[in-house]
């Protein structure tokens, strides 16, 4: 199933009318046994890899509930849960995170799965890339050789990580001729990338799944600081009277149960080779980055 993408100025209360129209179902209640709706804000990576159609069936099977599939960038996805236009988060970006709980915001946030983050380009890498000792000096390469480089440029995990190299570095990118930002999902800008031959960060996941379609390849992967962690978590259901607190819960411990968690291990070997995901249930972020 496709996810639903909106503007995040529409209420809440209209956009969940506006799907139980769609879907030719009159609001009555749940006396009247109208399926009930969870509202799902997540990263475009866990829809572009193809990893939720995979889950999503799943879980409306397993609870009964309607899954309606919102991705976008994590920023807006927390943007979203602030305002209470989603109910639960899958997201990847540990400190951004973190801060909305502290707001108040987030509850029962749970330690999902992980891959890694990689930057790819042009095969024949007019910068040779590939000799890069870590993902800074890459990037270095970037800069002094004004090579094209796409960023997502929309709030997401994965622009929060590249702007977090490029701090690392020292230097602010925006502005410069050779630095675009498409405000797009990881899928569009590895496209925007591919037709340019460029350079841009992405996830192991999108880029492996859509790898036949691209002409871009792997040139650096492996520093620790790639590391791409993903959370689900509940909206606080205090912050919102909107907020279907039992359908939340219900997703984040369908999300850490064993049989989810031995799908996401297996995800995506029988096409590429080797799992999109590594699940991570039970383990704390310390044992990642101690790995």
């Not at 099977?61 to 996805?77: C, D, M, R, S, Y």
């Not at 020292?170 to 630095?179: I, V």
């Not at 590391?227 to 939340?248: E, F, K, R």
């Not at 699940?279 to 980055?289: F, H, I, K, M, Q």
Request: proline share 4%; net charge negative; hydrophobic share 40%.
């Amino acid at each position: 199933m496709m996810p639903f993408f909106f503007s995040t100025d529409m209420f809440r209360p209209a956009y969940r009318l506006a799907l139980l129209m769609l879907g030719g179902v009159l609001l009555f209640g749940a006396a009247c046994g109208s399926d009930e709706t969870l509202i799902l804000a997540t990263t475009t990576s866990t829809f572009d890899s193809g990893l939720l159609d995979e889950l999503e069936p799943l879980f409306e099977e397993q609870t009964g509930l309607n899954l309606k599939i919102i991705a976008v960038g994590t920023g807006q996805a927390l943007e979203m849960g602030r305002r209470g236009d989603a109910d639960v988060l899958v997201v990847h970006a540990p400190t951004a995170e973190e801060e909305f709980v502290e707001e108040g915001y987030g509850v029962n946030r749970q330690l999902v799965m992980h891959n890694d983050f990689v930057i790819v380009g042009p095969d024949d890498d007019p910068i040779d890339m590939r000799s890069a000792e870590d993902a800074v000096t890459a990037l270095l390469g970037l800069r002094t050789s004004e090579m094209t480089f796409v960023s997502r440029g929309d709030d997401s995990g994965t622009h929060k990580r590249e702007l977090s190299l490029w701090n690392e570095l020292g230097f602010d990118p925006a502005g410069e001729d050779w630095y675009l930002e498409s405000g797009q999902g990881m899928g569009a800008t590895l496209q925007i990338a591919n037709q340019r031959e460029a350079y841009t960060l992405t996830d192991r996941a999108t880029y492996l799944a859509l790898k036949d379609v691209l002409d871009l390849e792997i040139l650096f992967e492996g520093d620790p600081g790639l590391l791409n962690i993903y959370h689900v978590m509940q909206v606080n259901p205090d912050t919102s009277g909107d907020i279907n607190a039992s359908g939340a819960t219900a997703f984040v411990d369908f999300m850490v149960a064993g049989e989810t968690q031995a799908i996401i291990a297996e995800f995506g070997i029988d096409k590429f080779g080797q799992p999109l995901f590594v699940p991570d249930a039970g383990r704390s972020v310390a044992e990642l980055t101690e790995e």
